[in-house]
């Protein structure tokens, strides 16, 4: 992966965790406003995961990078995004798009961070969908949690 310089959030935590990967996925937005994208095409998106936190656990990470990556990869690579659970019944019909997408992986992230004893958050997801596109999901106060 190309190195790429990521919006920094501020935070007083001792600790900052990024993890970078990507996943390709299809979808589309059913809505005859979206133009072309309402069409099924994909994407091979590239998700920056930003974790912070002030405590380790007992191996001393704030969570392992190959959770992360397999919390989200796992789900999402190779599917139709549309077909997800998450974007059939997250309050009525949300389509996937690029920034629906993004509050989605944070919502998964944090909720197994929410498992973890050193309690660390999910403060950003940077997630793009094509070379010039991208949302970055941020949730108000740090942490919606």
């Known amino acids: 992966m ?23 996925a299809a979808h589309y937005i059913a809505d005859e406003n979206a133009g072309n994208c309402q069409y099924t095409h994909g994407h091979t998106y590239f998700a920056n995961i930003t974790i912070a936190g002030d ?14 990556k397999d919390l989200i990869h796992k789900r999402f690579d190779h599917t139709t995004l549309n077909e997800d659970s ?8 949300y389509f996937p798009t690029t920034e629906v997408v ?6 998964i992230i944090q909720t197994r961070l929410d498992t973890l004893e050193n309690k660390p958050v999910c403060l950003q997801i940077f997630l793009r969908e094509t ?5 970055i999901y941020r949730p108000k106060g740090g942490s919606e949690r």
Do not use: M
């Not at 310089?5 to 390709?24: C, G, Q, R, T």
């Not at 405590?55 to 992360?68: A, E, H, Q, V, Y």
């Not at 998450?86 to 019909?93: H, L, P, R």
């Not at 993004?102 to 919502?107: D, G, H, P, Q, R």
């Open 2 to 24: 190309i190195q790429q310089i990521y919006p920094v959030p501020e935070h007083n935590y001792a600790f900052e965790l990024n993890k970078d990967f990507h996943f390709s």
């Open 131 to 135: 070379p010039s596109s991208y949302c």
């Open 55 to 68: 405590t380790l656990d007992s191996t001393g990470f704030l969570i392992d990078f190959k959770t992360i």
């Open 102 to 107: 993004a509050k989605t992986v944070y919502e």
């Open 86 to 93: 998450a974007f059939s019944s997250n309050q009525g019909a």
